[in-house]
């Protein structure tokens, strides 16, 4: 990996940076870089990140870049808040792809993912009803997925996996791409999420929030 020139003058406002153990989607486990922006329009009952949506300093593209690439690890995920709530996110994520590195993005799916470079796996939740934000998911986002990005539920009932099953049918995700299905953590048992799950053959991709197992709730893990 050999740093690329960044796009001169781009600042973003940044809530963290760190080295830690991705705990979620295809590459759960994979020592990864999280690059946190702060800020987020949307207010998820579950959010484990509330921290995120104020805390922060503004950081030049240059400077971000080079404390990434300062780690050595292959894998970076752009994550928030909402990401994609800062347009300089973009320019972003185009020079961690430039510098080599296998760039991940985890969106909402409330704002517009089609100018995403394509070479970043976007990991982007609808948001189940339980989450209190269900209708700001932004169904025109669909038709931006490629057979590399994944789509993910945060279930926190019966009537969220309800919900999700139906739109798995309606949308025909899993010919798209991956799906995972995560239970909320501390809300519904995994295991019951997993019994729902086996009994209707979904084809998903059950995961536990692997970070929280090992770290609970402990910031820049």
């Not at 080599?100 to 609808?126: F, I, K, N, Q, W």
């Not at 019994?195 to 536990?208: F, K, P, T, Y």
């Amino acid at each position: 990996m050999s740093a690329q020139p960044a796009a001169s003058g781009v600042t973003l406002r940044i809530n963290e940076v760190f080295l830690s153990i991705q705990g979620e989607s295809s590459r759960v486990g994979l020592p990864t870089v999280f690059v946190r922006l702060t800020g987020c329009p949307l207010r998820c009952r579950w959010c484990d990140t509330e921290y995120a949506f104020h805390e922060g300093r503004s950081r030049s593209l240059e400077d971000v870049i080079a404390e990434v690439l300062g780690h050595g690890a292959r894998h970076v995920c752009v994550t928030g808040g909402e990401p994609l709530a800062q347009p300089a996110v973009h320019p972003l994520m185009t020079a961690l792809a430039d510098a080599g590195l296998e760039v991940s993005l985890e969106t909402s799916g409330a704002l517009d993912t089609g100018d995403v470079d394509p070479r970043v796996r976007v990991v982007m939740d609808l948001k189940c009803p339980g989450s209190g934000e269900a209708e700001r998911n932004r169904w025109a986002n669909l038709v931006h997925l490629r057979t590399h990005d994944e789509i993910k539920f945060v279930v926190a009932s019966r009537a969220d996996y309800e919900w999700m099953r139906e739109v798995l049918q309606r949308e025909a995700l899993s010919s798209r791409c991956s799906v995972l299905a995560s239970p909320v953590w501390d809300e519904l048992d995994p295991a019951a999420l997993a019994g729902w799950i086996l009994e209707d053959r979904l084809d998903v991709r059950m995961q536990v929030q692997l970070h929280k197992i090992l770290w609970q709730d402990a910031r820049g893990r």
